[in-house]
């Protein structure tokens, strides 16, 4: 039996699945089974996964729509390793990623794992420019598995796994924004051990536009204050740091309006902090340039999300109350 089992929910995804796909043929470790969970496309991808057949082992199985953590407690429920692991469709895994894997677990057989993301070469300047928001200290990346981390550890599913015995103990994913986050702070209540696996990283394309990108960080703002009202305890001083970033931005707009024009300053001197960060770290004029405004979509979106959020659900209490988030909770 393959000692890890990767679960991969799709929905209208057949380019990414090849790229995925041709990734997982080329490891230099190859003991693992891949389950491909079609979540009722219009675009099914069962031609790719054919094409792919011979050289990975690799099941496929196309189901209604129902949501991609439905689909991913479906792959769970079909799988046969040891670990299950998880990825998006729009990653593509590193030659040698099953290998690392498997030495870090070897040395030390942790619960549950996760790795940082990067951006391949082949990936577009948006793409690129993006990533870069997603993982500088200078954005919200600090949180996310980077070199510097402002909390906890919190795998994230385009590239997480964990033990067969914490998917029995635990139970498998709610329908839910920020479901992986869900997933995580269960695992953590529950005992078990997780653990950053940095060497174990995926590349990972994100969003192909500013416009999608906006729309998903909006979200992710807005399910914070989600998690807050399952998980009082999880909502740390620097989840609110994209909100207060929105606040004070407006407030030292209005300021420059009203007495002086230096009051800006603060966000010009940022934003060129940005601008030289990203152009160092990327070292890419076109990348760096683009990197500003994803960076500041990310902040200000993320913010306004959370913003939202808070106002309704918790200041107004309109929206879900928290009655029906404890439901979820419990999995009712």
Not at 235 to 244: D, F, G, N
Request: charge should be positive; include cysteine.
């Amino acid at each position: 039996m393959p000692r890890f089992s990767i679960i991969i929910p799709v929905y209208n995804r057949i380019d990414e699945v090849e790229d995925l796909l041709k990734s997982l043929s080329q490891q230099s470790c190859k003991n693992f089974e891949t389950i491909i969970v079609e979540d009722g496309s219009s675009a099914p991808c069962d031609k790719v996964v054919e094409k792919y057949s011979s050289q990975v082992d690799v099941k496929y199985f196309f189901k209604e729509n129902e949501g991609r953590s439905i689909a991913r407690n479906y792959g769970l429920e079909r799988a046969t390793g040891d670990y299950f692991i998880f990825f998006d469709s729009d990653c593509v895994i590193p030659a040698d990623y099953f290998k690392i894997l498997s030495e870090a677990l070897d040395k030390n057989p942790i619960d549950c794992f996760g790795g940082p993301d990067a951006a391949h070469e082949s990936f577009s300047t948006t793409q690129k420019a993006i990533n870069y928001s997603m993982t500088s200290f200078l954005t919200t990346g600090g949180i996310r598995g980077g070199k510097i981390q402002l909390e906890k550890f919190v795998p994230r599913t385009f590239n997480m796994g964990y033990s067969r015995k914490v998917w029995e103990t635990v139970g498998g994913f709610r329908e839910m924004f920020s479901e992986d986050i869900d997933m995580s702070t269960r695992i953590r209540q529950a005992g078990f051990s997780i653990g950053l696996i940095r060497e174990a990283y995926v590349y990972h394309k994100r969003r192909v536009n500013m416009r999608l990108f906006a729309r998903q960080v909006y979200v992710f703002g807005m399910s914070r204050i989600t998690l807050k009202l399952l998980y009082p305890e999880s909502l740390k001083l620097v989840h609110t740091l994209p909100a207060l970033f929105v606040i004070g931005s407006i407030l030292l707009l209005a300021l420059a309006c009203v007495i002086s024009w230096w009051f800006i300053t603060p966000l010009l001197a940022y934003f060129i902090a940005i601008f030289i960060t990203a152009l160092i770290t990327t070292k890419s004029l076109i990348i760096a340039c683009k990197a500003l405004p994803a960076s500041l979509i990310q902040l200000y979106g993320y913010g306004c999300g959370f913003i939202n959020a808070f106002t309704r659900k918790i200041l107004l209490g309109k929206g879900r109350d928290i009655n029906e988030e404890i439901k979820i909770r419990k999995g009712k």
